[in-house]
């Protein structure tokens, strides 16, 4: 591979990020080739030395895209950071996969359990404020206070619960990133 | 050399090149792939990340030969992570020599 083709294939494979940002990668590139041939290098053996260009350009976009996850906080940034960093082959992806798949179908119980209680406290509550308007009702067998009570309790209960699954989404994702970020610092021969 | 051997390794080299004075980016390339046996292109890869992160700035000066050269040089928050990076490294080197050695006799 030759300079020309070298530089091709790595600006073809950079793209999607930001064109300012190519420039500045490419320009990296040429300056290395540039002093190379004038140390009077071959053309072919600094573009060996210097590995594959589509490896080159995964690299860069994994990093970008985990940048992204970072700053602009969203699932599918996220997914978009996680994918590319199985492609570039970094980490057994079956293996963080099992245990990543598990914590969030528990963080989706969390924000579901707290949901029903919320909902069985409000309506606890109201429904027994609403006996006297209403002709049909179920009777447990509590006295309305305890009813009441039970149900501010619930509810609370339920609010605290939706506030610690965010509080562990947010964690999660941070860890996340901090894991794939530790994960692109691994030199690949 | 086993790769899970040199994570974190090259940001350690780069940085405390850097500690010395301020390196154009083939200089930083040949003189640690002279010591390392690693891929050269992994290596621009990392500066970008580096500078990203805030630990190095990037500056262009003018060359004799053709256009300016993009210079590296470390911030103070680098200075700061490549004392924490090299303390680490110590301590790591220290722990597996002990090992080698046969420190095993109480």
Known sequence: MNRKEFIETLRADLKGLPQEEIDDIIY????????????GKFEEDIARELG?????????????????????????????????AMA???FNFIIVLGPFIVI?????????ISVGLVVGGIGSIFGTILIPFSHYHVNLGFLPVTAVSLGIGLTCLGVLLFM????????????????LKWNIDTIKK | MNIQFKKGVLELCVLSMLLERDYYGY???????????????????????????????????ES???????????????????????????????????????????
């Not at chain 1, 610690?164 to 894991?179: E, I």
């Not at chain 2, 891929?39 to 890869?45: H, K, L, N, Q, V």
């Not at chain 2, 103070?76 to 002990?98: M, P, R, S, Y």
């Open chain 1, 28 to 39: 990296d590139y040429e300056e290395h080739f540039r002093i190379g041939l004038s140390q």
């Open chain 1, 52 to 84: 594959d260009p589509r490896n080159i350009a995964k690299m860069y976009k994994v990093s970008s895209k985990i940048d992204e996850a970072e700053s602009n906080p969203s699932p599918k940034n996220l997914l978009k950071a996680m994918f590319s």
């Open chain 1, 88 to 90: 570039l082959g970094i």
């Open chain 1, 104 to 112: 969030i179908a528990l963080l989706i119980g969390m924000y579901g």
């Open chain 1, 164 to 179: 610690a699954s965010l509080y562990l989404t947010k964690l999660l994702y941070r860890g996340t990133v901090k894991y």
């Open chain 2, 27 to 61: 200089e930083l390339v040949e003189h640690i792939s002279k010591h390392i046996d690693i891929s050269e292109g992994t290596i621009y890869p990392l500066l970008r990340r580096l500078k990203t992160d805030g630990f190095v700035k990037t500056y262009l000066e």
């Open chain 2, 64 to 106: 004799q030969e053709g256009p300016p050269r993009k210079y590296y040089t470390i911030t103070e928050e680098g200075k700061k992570a490549c004392d924490e990076l090299i303390f680490e490294w110590n301590h790591f080197v220290q722990g597996v020599n002990t090992i080698i050695k046969g420190d095993r006799h109480e």
